[in-house]
């Protein structure tokens, strides 16, 4: 997982269900640059969530500025749905982008391989291994 203060790769904690970095740019930016980070390792954007203004509209409550993007790699999504026709439960990838309170913006990846623990099928766990690859590389060129 990135270390989310320094920035660096160490083995990921078997208890973290995600891999995160924080950024000193504007959350607008970092949006913009997740989005073109995953988009080089092959994914890309099927749903965007503004919590923020969902929260304002349907519950009229002001909250920070927090986006969730449903990443997908169409070629990895084919090959888990061949290998396990309800994984579609657990699709795509989440990715978070949120404005912490001391003004940074924290990025965030969903870690497939503990997300697919539940999931007994040895190729789907090759798959999400592959997956889980791409999304840290994705974060780790963040910084």
Do not use: W
């Amino acid at each position: 997982m990135i270390n989310a203060e320094h920035g660096y790769l160490k083995e990921a904690n078997p208890v973290s269900y995600y891999f995160n970095t924080m950024l000193h740019i504007s959350f607008e930016e970092a949006v913009s640059k997740i989005t073109e980070a995953l988009k080089k390792e092959g994914f890309g954007i099927l749903t965007e969530i503004d919590v923020k203004d969902a929260m304002k509209k349907k519950l009229n409550k002001d909250f920070r500025k927090y986006k969730i993007l449903g990443a997908c790699n169409p070629p990895f999504a084919y090959k888990a749905l061949q290998s396990e026709d309800k994984i579609g439960t657990m699709l795509p990838c989440n990715v978070i982008v949120q404005e912490t309170s001391d003004g940074q913006v924290e990025v965030a990846a969903v870690d497939p391989v503990a997300s697919m623990q539940a999931v007994e099928n040895p190729a789907l766990s090759e798959i999400a291994a592959d997956v889980q690859e791409k999304l840290k590389k994705v974060i780790e060129s963040l910084q």
